[in-house]
């Protein structure tokens, strides 16, 4: 089973946060994942740092594949809405969707996933 790291946890591992910890044990027992829109949203900084082993590594990483589906992501903001949930951006979603096409557990530090969770029934890594 692979977890999909959302770009909040990416952030703080880079900025050599305590508080992701479960990033190195997932790292070494080699159970990582990205997609496209995570690593969208991470490389540009990296470049302006200068980082190109870091963007060597996380493009080597497992990269699951995105086929987004616009209706199901209209349901997904349909159904925050429906619940009064305001301001769970499209990226947030995607990812959302990604992760539910891929069986796989989200792990984020980024609070509107844990919204997501009930909502539209995504798995968390905790």
């Not at 990296?46 to 209209?74: C, E, F, H, P, V």
Request: a negative charge; one cysteine or more.
């Amino acid at each position: 089973m692979s977890v999909l790291i959302d770009t909040s946890v990416w952030v703080e591992y880079f900025r050599n946060s305590n508080n992701c910890e479960p990033l190195e044990v997932l790292i070494d027992e080699n159970l990582v994942a990205t997609n496209d829109l995570v690593l969208a949203e991470i490389i540009p900084y990296l470049k302006i740092r200068k980082q190109r082993t870091i963007i060597k590594l996380l493009s080597s990483i497992n990269n699951l594949g995105m086929a987004i589906n616009w209706d199901q992501i209209m349901d997904f903001q349909y159904e925050c809405l429906k619940n009064g949930i305001n301001g769970i951006g499209i990226p947030d979603l995607i990812i959302a969707q990604n992760a539910k096409q891929n069986n796989c557990p989200i792990y984020s530090l980024d609070k509107h996933f844990i919204v997501l969770k009930n909502v539209v029934n995504i798995e968390l890594f905790v």
